[in-house]
């Protein structure tokens, strides 16, 4: 742990907002579900949208297939460092998908000009618990962290990646995968199902 005291604000902010992570899209879900407000209408926003929370949950299963459980911990306990499945072609890979899962919500609910404000809210968020991750790890992993650093981007997919990502076996087996995401799994499936049926009822 980077102790308090030497730790610049950001860094701090970081770690009280992953520890607050399970939450805090709380508040952003119920105004999905029950805003009604400038609503588009079209086909489009629910068929993008559902294939981009597909896309999400099929990244982070197989991130977790490559880094286990311990990506569900809150504690200070650090795995080995992963550079194999998608942390080869980028760092943050869950926070991707969790961005393709908070964008494909708001297509689902039909409120497109809440996308930037999703946006901005998620930068905000994810780019600070990426800050505190980067010093947390740089401090435990020393140079074979910053060399990783310096070799995968933290957000935007290096696909020349592509051989060295394939040719590295998973380390997980699907079953304990599964275990792992059944709460990501679950709060899926339910906002799926209370959008659609407020689509269905409010039209």
């Known amino acids: 742990m980077i102790p308090h005291s030497s730790t610049p604000f950001a860094v701090q902010l970081g770690e009280w907002a992953f520890r607050q992570r399970s939450w805090l899209p709380v508040p952003f879900a ?3 579900v029950f805003l009604r407000y400038q609503r588009i209408d079209g086909t489009w926003p629910l068929a993008v949208g559902l294939a981009l929370i597909l896309a999400g949950l099929s990244v982070r299963t ?3 297939r490559h880094i286990g ?3 569900r911990t809150r504690s200070n306990r650090l795995g080995p460092l992963i550079s194999s499945g998608p942390y080869a072609f980028v760092r943050n ?7 393709l899962l908070w964008t494909g919500f708001v297509l689902l609910s039909r409120l497109l000009w809440l996308l930037p404000i999703a946006w901005v809210a998620f930068a905000a968020q ?3 618990i990426a800050r505190w991750e980067h010093a947390r790890l740089q401090g435990h992993f020393g140079r074979e962290y910053d060399e990783f650093a310096a070799r995968v981007p933290a957000w935007w997919p290096r696909w020349r990646a592509l051989d060295r990502s394939i040719t590295k076996a998973p380390r997980h087996p699907w079953p304990e995968v599964f275990f792992s995401e059944r709460g990501t799994l679950a709060g899926a499936a339910l906002m799926i199902v209370l959008l659609v049926i407020c689509d269905l009822v409010w039209g």
């Open 62 to 64: 197989w991130s977790i």
């Open 93 to 99: 890979p869950l926070y991707g998908a969790n961005f």
């Open 69 to 71: 459980t311990i990506s």
């Open 30 to 32: 119920v105004m999905l």
């Open 126 to 128: 994810y780019g600070a």
